[in-house]
């Protein structure tokens, strides 16, 4: 059941793949700026107890709109765009956590209850209306399960790492299957899980770390902020 509804995903992340180019199209807004608002997204995220997979879902509508709105000046809205984004993807997923009010309180006011309002038509109408699509975290919740069912720990890593790599931009080059892939093979070499990329990962993916996960894992394992003995302390963890 688990690998038709992976296969399915991929299908469709075919269809809904964001332009890894967007932000040249772009005048006011560029990879600096969105990483500083995906920042605040996340803070946001944490201060309201909302789930990894909301905050991916939210930055990827987010990705999603700014890239139907080319050459648009967005700079001017683009905290409540950001926060918009995480709300559609609340409604999305269930959550009524996030009221208009709330929206004001996190945007100091800024914004009157009409504009948030026209701010989430607007949004939905760009992207047609659709925010049914494969994210990272879709396929990294499928291959973790099946592949280590409840291992806490691996859990833990893996949604730090994702979370980790929605700040940059570059990740947009991968397709969400091969981040959500890359992630668990790191997660689980760190941790000292055997076999790092076991025959149940590989038939449900069909990728291999030399070839299509090569890259994507270099650049993770090069972002700056990251250090395996200081996120394992900090998530109270222990390699095996």
């Not at 996190?106 to 701010?119: A, G, K, N």
């Not at 975290?137 to 893996?158: P, Q, R, T």
């Not at 947009?172 to 149940?200: F, R």
């Not at 770390?209 to 890259?215: A, S, V």
Request: aromatic share 12%.
């Amino acid at each position: 059941m688990s690998q038709e509804i992976f296969e399915n995903l991929l299908k469709n992340e075919t269809k809904y793949l964001i332009d890894s180019h967007y932000l040249d199209k772009q005048s006011d807004i560029d990879a600096k700026s969105r990483k500083v608002l995906v920042y605040w997204m996340m803070d946001l995220s944490q201060s309201l107890k909302l789930t990894v997979n909301i905050l991916t879902h939210g930055v990827s509508i987010l990705d999603k709109y700014i890239e139907k709105k080319a050459d648009t000046q967005l700079l001017k809205d683009y905290k409540l765009v950001g926060i918009m984004s995480l709300r559609l993807a609340c409604t999305y997923d269930g959550w009524d956590t996030m009221t208009f009010d709330d929206v004001q309180s996190e945007c100091d006011y800024m914004f009157t209850t009409r504009q948030i309002r026209e701010m989430e038509m607007t949004i939905l109408k760009t992207i047609d209306f659709n925010i049914s699509y494969p994210t990272a975290f879709s396929f990294m919740d499928i291959l973790l399960y099946e592949d280590c069912k409840k291992n806490s720990s691996l859990n833990k890593v893996a949604r730090y790492l994702l979370v980790e790599t929605l700040k940059y931009y570059k990740f947009l080059e991968y397709k969400p299957s091969i981040v959500a892939s890359s992630i668990v093979y790191i997660s689980k070499k760190h941790l000292k899980i055997t076999p790092y990329w076991s025959p149940t990962l590989r038939k449900m993916t069909k990728y291999s770390t030399r070839k299509d996960m090569k890259l994507c894992i270099k650049d993770i394992m090069s972002i700056e902020s990251l250090n395996f003995e200081t996120l394992l302390s900090k998530l109270k963890i222990s390699s095996q």
